[in-house]
Nanobody, 111 residues
């Protein structure tokens, strides 16, 4: 059973940056699509970014040109670099692989 463990969340001022990391246990990491989702208070969970095994990426319109998803297959890790953060980026960020979810990491953007 694969496990996903996120880290890197925190409190940051508007305009600041954070880098989230997600480490996956088990083998075969490189063949899987990995994704980041987020859930703001009172809202549904939404896709933030996705990266395919070959490196193709997809972003939500709200984060394009500000967030970058990447992966290091040698480390079984997927990253989310978040720049120019806005208060509306606040929420719990979850790592996803298929039907497996991490526990999430809180991101709060506030002055």
């Amino acid at each position: 059973q694969v496990q996903l463990v996120e880290s890197g969340g925190g409190l940051v001022q508007p305009g600041g940056s954070l880098r989230l990391s997600c480490v996956a246990s088990g083998s075969g990491f490189s063949i899987y699509v990995m994704a980041w989702y987020r859930q703001a208070p009172g809202k549904q969970r939404e896709l933030v970014a996705r990266i395919h095994s070959g490196g193709t990426t997809l972003y939500a319109d709200s984060v394009k040109a500000r967030f970058t998803i990447s992966r290091d297959n040698a480390k079984n890790t997927v990253y989310l670099q978040m720049d120019n953060l806005k208060p509306e980026d606040t929420g719990v960020y979850y790592c996803n692989r298929g039907v497996t979810w991490g526990l999430g990491t809180q991101v709060t953007v506030s002055s």
